[in-house]
């Protein structure tokens, strides 16, 4: 047994010296994700400002019945981008493909008094949702709102005449309409919607870190190219062993690569003039899904390694793989504002899931609980890869 841990030490000094001596695997490792952090950051910061999302889906409930509430819907129901579907009666949250939920309660002709400063309905948002969209909901919401108050107050006071309420809601201001918006786990108002480097930071993230592919696959090509391989197997290293030293020292430079882009994040983001990240100091609560989401990128990045033959195709496949994944993964464009069909692709993708358990924690102030389905997709994906490399890499112990 003692001669095996040797063995096992042994090789993952290798694999380290290894990694050493490829400075352009580390390049690829840490600037890359890097410079994308920097750039998209700083780009998408008015990018999602003025960004229009096509037609989504929001969750309606109402318990008003009444003209007003009646009202409201149906002149949202005339957005071009809009589409409101009733939420179940049994259910009180709302999830994807939904962007957000309005709650309208009883007595709303009552809250459009003038003198009412209580919120006129509520509004719940995913804050995974681009930032554009949500604020683009909320305006068209308020607008509508501000009629239904001139028409309220019109009918009350004057006997509705069209000029009076005309004047009414040109001046209203926006901000005289109180609607509660509500981010799941917090109580963030409108006026602190999430930022693009909150949204974008942890796409990028999990996007980085599947690119360990390029170092892991130079690391194997050059142990087969060079008979490392064969000598081991001689040595009655079993090819297990051979990956298994592998794992600890890759996984421990994913997450390295991901507490330096969070780190990138919160303190050099903001030196440039972008919004800093903000993770509540919920560091530690990242710690499972990144790891599990280093599990499922060191699976991929072995499988790809030992089917490749030459770097020139491990190259090629693992950035085409890792840019199909990142695309369906909602990387590039959150998977919440694609067509149906991509969004159920999506489901597909590990790095769909990973960014999903990241923006629970995040973005959502989810607990760690509600990221476990995502880390046990992500450590199934990574073992079940594993394996599979471990049955075709025994064949170069043959």
Not at 116 to 143: C, H, W
Not at 144 to 157: F, K
Not at 197 to 224: C, D, H, K, N, Y
Request: hydrophobic share 50%; net charge negative.
């Amino acid at each position: 047994m003692s001669a095996r841990f040797a063995l096992l030490r042994a090789l993952m000094h290798k694999e380290i010296r290894g990694l050493i001596r490829d400075p352009q695997g580390l390049l690829v490792l840490f600037l890359m994700p890097t410079i994308f952090i920097l750039v998209m950051s700083l780009a998408l910061r008015d990018v999602m400002g003025t960004h229009q999302a096509s037609q989504q889906q929001v969750l309606w409930s109402d318990a008003d019945g009444g003209y007003f509430a009646l009202e409201l819907r149906h002149r949202l129901e005339r957005s071009d981008h809009l589409r409101i579907v009733d939420a179940p009666a049994d259910e009180a949250g709302f999830a994807p493909p939904y962007f957000g939920r309005v709650d309208v309660a009883a007595g709303l002709a009552e809250r459009l008094a003038p003198d009412n400063r209580e919120p006129l309905v509520q509004v719940r948002l995913d804050p995974a949702f681009p930032v554009a969209g949500s604020s683009l909901f909320i305006t068209e919401l308020k607008g509508v709102l501000i009629g239904l108050r001139a028409e309220y107050i019109t009918e009350d006071l004057f006997g509705a005449p069209e000029a009076e309420a005309a004047l009414i809601r040109e001046s209203t201001r926006p901000e005289a309409v109180p609607v509660q918006v509500v981010y799941p786990g917090s109580e963030l108002r409108s006026e602190t919607l999430p930022d693009a480097t909150q949204q974008s930071v942890p796409a990028w993230i999990v996007f980085a870190m599947f690119f360990v592919v390029f170092p892991l696959s130079t690391s194997l090509l050059g142990e087969r190219r060079e008979g490392t391989l064969q000598r081991l197997a001689l040595l009655n290293a079993s090819h297990q062993s051979v990956l298994l030293a592998k794992l600890p020292v890759y996984l421990t430079v994913t997450v390295i690569q991901a507490l330096l882009m969070l780190a990138m994040g919160v303190w050099i983001v903001p030196l440039l003039g972008g919004e800093a990240l903000q993770l509540g100091g919920r560091w530690l609560a990242l710690l499972p899904i990144t790891i599990a989401t280093g599990a499922a990128a060191m699976g991929v990045a072995l499988l790809i390694a030992v089917l490749a033959r030459t770097s020139a195709q491990a190259t090629t496949v693992g950035g085409a793989v890792n840019l199909v994944l990142g695309a369906l993964g909602g990387v590039m464009v959150p998977t919440i504002v694609m067509p149906p069909e991509l969004q159920l692709a999506g489901l597909l993708s590990p790095m769909s899931w990973a960014l999903d358990g990241y923006w629970d924690i995040i973005l959502r102030h989810a607990p760690v609980s509600d990221t476990l389905p995502e880390c046990l997709a992500l450590l199934v994906l990574g073992t079940v890869t594993f394996l599979i490399a471990t049955w075709r890499l025994r064949q170069d112990f043959a």
